[in-house]
């Protein structure tokens, strides 16, 4: 079913249109900012009245004359100088929710997208002979996140994993690895190793002229496919990636191998970008690099690509030694992505710091027609993660923090948690509980933050029982499960009650409260992916949570008597459903049974 803010928003619309005869009103309708005064409200009548200049109240009044949503609604209120407020009927959020249980797809009243589109997401993005720090986290998880949403609103999202596995450094990867293999026949590597031996490599080029030169030649070789270099190449890339597909399968993150297609497939593709530049007259020679300076129709610099003395900016495609860039890349896996994986919609997901690059790169793309304007390109980008000091998150020495070992400490936290909680579980169920709640509170309070603002990493704060935090949300959804234990030691078929259920019985404001709030999940979903934002499916899981719990302190449910037990423990199931459904499916959060 559509959205019930949307069916109402179409009515509405369409009443304006009725009473003005003014094609394309629009009735703004919202979520009510009060509960006092209903449960939505229209705000489009003002800026009509106004355009039409007529008295907004009047025109109000007009409107809802011409509106039918009994169906849904109590008679609709007008207030202040022309808001319509608008409060769902019990009979109708009865009725979505035996609706919402009779479905077989379990899909909780949310439709799939009418125009599947196909959406490449570009997120996570490692770079060889680097472990994953922090910074990578917020990419990984929010792009996983996007993809989770996308999919399950039916479209074909294609998961791409641009990795840094070409371009300068590689050189020097291939070096380290070299050295290590001339000291020792049979060395014991891991990512660790591979990382120290690389960045010793980078310290010993910065002194010795020699080693430079030497990598340099490398560099070259390299990139002239000279078969050795690459198959040192290729146990680096092996060595890194396996580490990040671990550390994926521990985040409960879709990235394997198949999704990884990383800066050296395009390696061939490069000459062909600068040439098409060179040829559409965008590409020009500046300081004896190749560049491109996005400019509008009139040819000067488009708005925010000019640095502070007014001079437009350049995207460089090629150094002035031949070496291409990031950039050079980045156009040819558009284009790739679009002509190839035939792409409706490409998603970056990267930090806030990359802002410029991205622009520059869309600009210049739809400069050379290989994006056509239907197709939506979009850079979302995050914050960064600080830790208590607010200074970005640094371990002591000032290092950035290894993903890995954040993960294990969250974990090895969590299992305190779980130790409190309940003793008496067996010892390998605490740590299956243990890992579901640590990853989970990492990713959860990652999700609840808003994502372009920077937040403060506090694993005292995101593992806490109360608040809008993953444990809260798992205990929440646990303590549903026990009633359904609880129903079973007392011989009471909850699930045979559940099907049967034609009719509900929906008398106390803390029911209604509930199963208002269950009705709007699908809001919640379209709100948090039209912006790419998972905190509006937080705040919306954590409000679930909250009322649930109103409910479930003035209702009994498996006391309530013939008369009321199906309605509760119906509100009671969904509830569960929608918190497993917004956990597990969407935020990739696992659920734990008993906690
Ligand atoms: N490897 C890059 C980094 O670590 C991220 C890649 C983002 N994707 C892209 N198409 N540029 O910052």
């Avoid at 009510?32 to 106004?50: E, H, I, R, S």
């Amino acid at each position: 079913m559509k959205p019930t803010i949307v069916i109402l928003d179409e009515r509405i619309s369409a009443s304006m249109v009725g009473v003005t005869g003014k094609a394309d009103c629009e009735a703004q309708v919202c979520p009510a900012t009060d509960p006092k005064f209903g449960d939505y409200q229209a705000n489009g009548v003002m800026p009509l009245a106004k355009q039409l200049k007529t008295d907004p109240r009047k025109l109000a009044e007009k409107v809802v004359e011409g509106l039918d949503v009994s169906d849904i609604c109590e008679l609709p209120e007008i207030a202040g100088p022309g808001f319509i407020n608008l409060r769902l009927k019990p009979d109708f959020v009865a009725d979505r929710l035996l609706k919402i249980n009779a479905d077989p797809q379990n899909r909780l009243d949310i439709a799939k997208a009418e125009k599947p589109e196909t959406i490449v997401v570009d997120f996570s993005g490692p770079n060889i002979a680097k472990q994953m720090h922090v910074g990578h986290l917020r990419s990984t998880i929010i792009g996983d996140c996007i993809c989770r949403f996308l999919e399950f609103l039916g479209h074909n999202v294609i998961r791409q994993n641009h990795i840094g596995d070409w371009g300068l450094q590689m050189g020097m990867v291939v070096y380290a690895l070299e050295d290590v293999y001339w000291e020792q026949d049979e060395p014991k590597l891991n990512l660790e190793i591979l990382e120290q031996e690389y960045k010793r490599i980078v310290e010993l080029e910065k002194e010795d002229p020699e080693i430079a030169d030497k990598v340099r030649k490398r560099t070259a070789e390299l990139q002239a496919k000279e078969p050795l270099a690459m198959r040192y190449w290729r146990e680096a890339c092996g060595i890194t990636m396996s580490e990040c597909y671990r550390l994926y399968v521990m985040m409960g993150v879709n990235l394997s191998t198949i999704h990884t297609v990383g800066e050296s497939f395009y390696k061939d593709m490069l000459t062909d970008v600068v040439e098409e530049l060179k040829k559409k007259s965008l590409a020009v020679e500046s300081d004896g690099a190749i560049c491109v300076f996005p400019v509008d129709s009139t040819g000067s610099p488009q708005a925010g690509f000019k640095n502070k003395e007014g001079e437009p900016l350049p995207l460089i495609i090629q150094k002035s030694d031949g070496a291409y860039l990031y950039a050079t890349t980045d156009l040819a896996a558009i284009r790739y992505r679009i002509n190839e994986l035939k792409a409706d919609r490409i998603i970056y997901v990267t930090d806030a710091r990359q802002k410029l690059h991205f622009e520059m790169l869309f600009a210049v793309a739809r400069m050379a027609k290989w994006v056509s304007d239907d197709i939506e390109l979009s850079h979302v980008m995050f914050g960064s993660v600080l830790g208590e000091d607010g200074a970005p998150l640094k371990t002591r020495s000032g290092e950035n923090v290894k993903l890995k070992e954040l993960l294990d400490e969250a974990v090895k936290q969590a299992r305190k948690v779980v130790d409190e909680k309940n003793a008496d579980l067996p010892d390998d169920e605490k740590d299956r509980i243990a890992k579901a709640v640590g990853i989970g509170a990492v990713k959860y309070a990652d999700f609840s933050n808003n994502r372009t603002s920077d937040y403060v990493f506090s694993f005292d704060r995101m593992l806490a029982m109360d608040g809008n935090t993953a444990p809260y949300m798992q205990y929440a959804y646990a303590r549903i499960k026990s009633i359904g234990r609880k129903a079973v030691d007392r011989d009471i078929k909850a699930e045979k009650e559940l099907k049967g259920i034609t009719n509900l019985n929906i008398t106390e404001p803390s029911e209604l409260d509930l199963a208002k709030h269950l009705v709007r999940y699908g809001e919640a979903i379209e709100a948090a992916i039209n912006d790419y934002r998972p905190n509006y499916l937080t705040s919306y899981l954590y409000e679930l949570a909250q009322k649930f719990s109103v409910f479930y302190t003035n209702c009994p449910v498996l006391d309530a008597g013939a008369e009321k037990r199906p309605t509760r423990l119906l509100l009671c199931d969904l509830t569960a459903k929608t918190i497993e459904h917004g956990l597990k499916e969407l935020l990739g959060i696992e659920v734990v049974d008993q906690m």
